[in-house]
């Protein structure tokens, strides 16, 4: 069962609020848990200064930057990293260990008393920066390729 907050009723909460929620997500798991979220998300933010915290799915915290990064979701016995796109991310230090049969994702699943190579999570945080900002890159190019074909009306 996950243990999340609950998400506003006006749907995901992003910025200094979700910042806030997260802050207080990770003071409320007073064991292994919380120590490693609190860790997993200094990572990120050292690794991707401009990264965009939120809360999505009943209080799940999510990492973005042109688009998902990856979700800190906390079950009893795992902290579980999923990344959105972590299919088509190089992976040469091995982290994912979880949802390795999808197409699109991919997670590491945390237990208690496990290390987390903070430098090869780093390289995977900013690999999946990199990705979403060349699809969102591409994405543009079409759509902008599309409008110049388009016949005058």
């Known amino acids: 069962m996950s243990t999340s907050l609950p998400a506003s009723s006006a ?24 120590a490693m979220l609190a860790r997993v998300r200094a990572l ?6 401009a990264v965009v915290e939120e809360l999505k799915w009943r209080g799940t915290p999510v990492w973005s930057q042109d688009g998902i ?8 016995a795992v902290v579980k990293l999923t990344f959105a796109h ?3 991310l190089a992976d040469p230090a091995g982290l994912f260990n979880a949802s390795l049969e999808g197409a699109t994702r991919r997670a590491i ?7 987390l190579d903070g430098a090869a999570f780093q390289a995977l945080v900013q690999a999946a920066a990199q990705r ?6 591409a994405r543009k190019s079409a759509s902008q390729a599309k409008a110049k074909a388009k016949p005058p009306v």
């Open 109 to 115: 699943d945390l237990h208690v008393g496990e290390a």
């Open 132 to 137: 979403n900002a060349q699809a969102r890159s």
């Open 69 to 76: 990064l990856c979700t800190g979701e906390t079950y009893k």
């Open 44 to 49: 990120i933010l050292e690794a991707l200064p």
């Open 86 to 88: 972590g299919a088509a």
């Open 11 to 34: 749907g995901p909460v992003s910025g200094p609020e979700a910042s806030a929620l997260i802050d207080a997500r990770i003071a409320s798991l007073d064991d292994w848990r919380g």
